[in-house]
């Protein structure tokens, strides 16, 4: 029983479209986060969402919107899509309010690739 | 503010000979620290972590990393390298628990030949 799923795995489109992936994870925790992977296979924070609520909005274009409709999902949209939106999207999940903080659960990942 | 850096962006080794991935962090906060492995084409898999408890601390698949804070080092150890440990690692590190994020180092790949 996967802890942290994603959907699609892998997403071509073309530039100008407009896509969403979607996030679930089943840990019980409170706290989700999206991370971009680049070509050269860095990692950094997009964003981040504690019991449904944005918490973290590092430096990212409008056209990307995250969405939360209750605390166990965390799904991105992406507007407009930009041949530099080409990426490993990463979702991942933590439990941050309770206990003792032992990091991230991190889902597959999601190549999105725009042409 | 935080930092990571991975002093070798790719490391190659014999099966059977050990293993040293290096990692140096910078932290204003009392830090918590990850080692994860990225196979080909898969996602991130948590190998160990250490959070202001033992400061030896093992992980998965025979790995352990030791935390030095005079040195500000958290390097990454296998005794002996085997084919299935080719991958990307990541070193990471986030101020103690709290909403912070992970910062993550630029990985070092590990090529492991016959």
């Known amino acids: 029983d996967t802890a942290v799923s994603q959907t699609p795995k892998y997403l071509v489109t073309q530039m100008g479209n407009d896509k969403s992936i979607k996030c679930e994870q089943n840990?019980?925790?409170?706290?989700m986060y999206w991370y971009k992977q680049d070509s050269k296979k860095f990692l950094k924070i997009m964003f981040s969402y504690n019991n449904k609520e944005l918490i973290i909005n590092e430096t990212v274009p409008n056209r990307f919107s995250p969405k939360s409709p209750d605390k166990a999902h965390l799904n991105l949209h992406i507007n407009s899509l930009e041949l530099g939106d080409s990426a490993v999207y990463f979702c991942?999940?933590?439990?941050?309010?309770?206990?003792?903080?032992?990091?991230?659960?991190f889902g597959s990942g999601t190549r999105l690739t725009v042409v | 503010a935080q930092s990571v850096t991975q002093l070798d962006s790719h490391v190659s080794v014999s099966e059977g000979t050990p293993v040293l991935l290096r990692c140096n962090y910078s932290s204003s906060y009392s830090p918590s620290l990850f080692w994860y492995v990225q196979h080909p084409n898969k996602g991130l898999q948590l190998l160990l972590k250490?959070?202001?408890?033992?400061?030896l601390v093992k992980g998965i698949n025979g790995f352990e990393a030791e935390f030095k804070k005079s040195e500000t080092s958290f390097h990454l150890t296998k005794p002996s390298a085997h084919m299935s440990d080719a991958a990307e690692y990541f070193c990471v590190v986030s101020a103690d628990s709290g909403y912070s994020t992970l910062t993550f180092g630029k990985g070092t790949m590990l090529l492991v030949s016959p």
């Open positions: 840990l019980g925790h409170d706290t």
């Open positions: 991942a999940s933590s439990q941050v309010s309770r206990g003792p903080w032992n990091g991230y659960t």
């Open positions: 250490y959070t202001s408890a033992a400061t």
